[in-house]
């Protein structure tokens, strides 16, 4: 196993702090430092930046983050059985790793990032129970471009290939029309049941997401309700699809320059955008 830092090994932590995984909170850890370290490495370059991480747990990955070179660490972590051994880690590193005690779901992280300019990469080996929420506020969230500059987050690997989706796929739908409008989300390796403690029934992936600059205009909102609908019955045409988004698809396809008869799997990311537009007219 890799020496990243001088702290002890993460078995030891468990079972000092008596962190015993909860499948409520979707508990499972990395112990390996090689993995974690590879996966930090896919966040790119980190040295002397901050990175906001979900669900440090006992922290495998934190460390990897932070012998990374990474400037500032904001941890959000539920368990507060976990915070006194985060809290050694943060003792190693001082100054750099900022433990908040909460969910996720309702911490207001650019309030904590602080100036306006300031921008933060994500790592996490998400909890699976809210791994989509978090990613959905994280891609329908507001200025855009948003406060984090890359993604590189834990899914399972069904839920990874539905975020990379495109047209023709059997997992195209609404996560990967959502991905593919405001980032370029890319499937990055696999990650076996056995690496984590317990291990989980299904394989895990990574995901890297980089949010695009300039992404097509349009409304989140009537986008979502759009791809609900047009997915809702993916096997029929548009024009009866559509019905639940809108009193006359006819039209609406015909404004978009799209044919009536085409299914929801067919049409890109472009194409859902110039439907969701032409619904604002
Ligand atoms: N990062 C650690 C690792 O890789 O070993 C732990 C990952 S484990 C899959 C998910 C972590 O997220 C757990 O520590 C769990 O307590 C935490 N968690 C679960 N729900 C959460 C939430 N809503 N907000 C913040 N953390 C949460």
New binding site residues.
């Given amino acids: 196993m890799a020496q990243i830092d001088d702290l002890p090994p993460l078995r030891d932590v468990i079972s000092r702090f008596g962190l015993d995984a909860?499948k409520s909170?979707?508990?499972?850890?990395?112990?390996d430092l090689n993995l974690?370290s590879r996966i930090a490495r896919t966040g790119g370059d980190l040295k002397g930046q901050t990175v906001l991480?979900?669900?440090?747990?006992?922290?495998?990955?934190?460390r990897a983050i932070l012998a990374a070179g990474a400037e500032r660490v904001i941890a959000?972590?539920?368990?507060e059985r976990?915070l006194a051994a985060l809290a050694e880690i943060s003792a190693h590193y001082p100054g750099k790793l900022e433990v908040i005690s909460?969910?996720?779901?309702a911490v207001d992280v650019p309030a904590i990032l602080g100036s306006d300019s300031a921008k933060a990469r994500i790592i996490?080996?998400?909890?699976?129970?809210?791994a989509t929420p978090l990613l959905v506020g994280w891609l329908r969230c507001e200025p855009w471009p948003p406060w984090w500059t890359s993604a590189t987050l834990?899914f399972q690997r069904e839920v990874a290939e539905r975020i990379c989706a495109g047209p023709g796929s059997k997992t195209y739908g609404r996560l990967g029309v959502l991905a593919g409008w405001r980032s370029e989300a890319r499937m990055m390796f696999d990650v076996s049941r056995q690496a984590f403690v317990p291990p989980p029934n299904v394989t895990s992936t990574i995901v890297h997401l980089v949010p695009r600059q300039s992404p097509h205009p349009c409304d989140p909102d009537r986008l979502e309700r759009l791809v609900a609908s047009a997915f809702g019955q993916r096997r029929k045409m548009l024009r009866s699809s559509l019905g639940g988004f809108c009193k006359d698809p006819a039209t609406l396809l015909e404004r978009a320059g799209i044919e009536p008869t085409r299914r929801a799997e067919e049409i890109d990311v472009a194409g859902f955008v110039a439907l969701a537009n032409s619904a604002a007219d």
């Fill in positions: 909860r909170l979707g508990q499972n850890f990395l112990l974690t991480e979900v669900g440090p747990g006992p922290g495998g990955l934190t959000i972590e539920r368990d976990c909460g969910d996720a779901l996490a080996n998400l909890p699976y129970n809210v834990m």
